[in-house]
């Protein structure tokens, strides 16, 4: 199967200071991938490039074939039919929700794209219900909570069913309850031709919303593989930063280890 | 200068007024006369008794209208206490000032003497008619705030194709100014937690100019980001809107009524 994504030696740079480093990656239609690295390796800008946002300062992305390239995405019928099938949930809901009312910002999208109003007001109906947050449908996004923004913008991308989503941080703000809700809702997606790439840092989440994990270093891939295999790779997982050193006594003697909490694995 | 300095206090009043706002969206959702009517025809009825106020110069007409905006008032469940502080005493005090000098300088028959100064009976009248017609028009624009939620306003005014760029920014501003003064009034509690005492004015000057050009720079990142949410939802340099209102009979006769009340003030007032 051609990959949905082709990532050639992508480099990126925000005035000069680097984000991305001739990174290559492939990604297939209906994966479940989760971007692991620690805070400044460069996930959520490798997010952006992927939604076409950023282009990237060297290499190549093309997009089911197709070049992504803002000269591509300048054309309204390929930049519709992207936008469409591509959907970015950015990590702070609130540059997300700029709309009045709850209602007009899941119907953006869809308006947008020139849906007809029947439809729009059906396919919101559906987003508000799927997300049960039909009861906010005409509050302002500023007077919500953290975990009822992140469902708001959760909603007003997957009004549009599209193919790919990519999530920033899915689960940050979120308390307990709406993070496995979240992680529910990922997991009905496995098997589907939806592809969801999902950055984060938190690994006990990893197992339950990936297939494949590729850890970021300093804006490269350090490693990719399933997740068991990179939880399993202690060593990986201290020099990404995404473990630390946990010192507890014994007795009266001080040690420390590595220490991660994971749904699948649980180690001390 | 107070404890809490000039730009605090002023971020605090601008915080207490957004609060106001929020509170005011409770009377917006309440069961009265205005909030029945469909938010176009609150914005075009009180924008056309509005007009009627400015247009009319006789006081009675006026009167007249500020009586039909007190009893619009009562049958939309708006507190007229709300009314005498937010609205006519601020009033009251602002165009006071500036009506007072007519009261000594329009020349006309004398009906009192404070002290080297004539009061006339066409300066009462004059200082009256502008005081009253602030009074009534601001009533009237406060009517429409209260009674119908910020997003309503905004809705109705595309509705009546008003360029959607325009409303689009009004949107977005009064959105963000709600995250701006959050986290504003974040960064003075951080500060205040981390300081013992009170600074030197010139170290308050420098502290309140670093947080400006923080906020400005916050400002711009925010904009940036939001730029690019809207571009990844598909937007193409021009907003498209869903007006989803929907005209009744009760509608119609309210509009009628708006209008026909304000064209009777124009006539009877010019």
Known sequence: ?268 | MSARGFLESTTMGFARALTRAMLSEQTARQRGLLQSLDPRVRVVGLFALVLAVTLSRKITVVAALFAVAIVLALLSRVQLTTLIKRVWLVVLGFTGVIALPAIFVTPGSPVAQLGPAMITEQGLRTATLLILRVETAVTFTTLLILCTPWAHVLKALRALHLPKEAITMLAMTYRYVFLLVETATQMFDSRRSRTVGRLPPAEQRRMAGRTAGVLLSKSMATSEEVYMAMQSRGFRGEVEVLSDFHMTMWDYAGLVLFLLVAAVAVGVGR
């Open chain 1, 1 to 268: 199967m051609p990959p949905l994504f082709d990532l050639r030696e992508v480099s990126f740079d925000y005035d000069g200071v680097p984000a991305l480093r001739s990174l290559s990656l492939e990604i297939s239609p209906g994966e479940r991938i989760a971007l692991l690295g620690a805070n400044g390796s460069g996930k959520s800008t490798l997010l952006r490039l992927l939604d076409g946002l950023y282009p990237p300062t060297q290499g190549t992305i093309s997009f089911d074939g197709s070049p992504l390239t803002p000269e591509k995405l300048a054309s309204d019928g390929f930049a519709f039919a992207f936008r469409r099938r591509v959907a970015l949930v950015f990590q702070n809901p609130d540059v997300q929700l700029f709309n009045p009312t709850v209602f007009d910002e899941v119907a953006f999208a869809p308006l947008q794209m020139q849906w007809p109003k029947d439809e729009v007001m059906s396919r919101v109906a559906a987003a508000l219900e799927l997300m049960r947050i039909s009861h906010l449908r005409d509050r302002p996004p500023y007077r919500l909570s953290g975990g009822e923004k992140k469902r708001v913008a959760l909603a007003s991308v997957i009004v549009l069913d599209p193919d790919v989503l990519l999530l920033d941080e899915p689960t940050a703000t979120l308390d307990p309850r709406s993070q496995s809700e979240l992680i529910d809702l990922i997991q009905q997606w496995k098997g589907s031709t939806k592809t969801v790439i999902s950055a984060t840092h938190q690994l006990e989440i990893v197992d339950d919303i990936a297939d494949r994990v590729i850890v970021l270093e300093a804006g490269s891939v350090a490693a990719q593989g399933t997740p068991a295999e990179i939880l399993a790779n202690q060593e990986l997982l201290l020099r990404a930063n995404l473990v630390h050193a946990h010192r507890h006594s014994h007795d009266g003697v001080t040690h420390s280890h590595p220490h991660i909490h994971s749904h699948a694995q649980h180690r001390h």
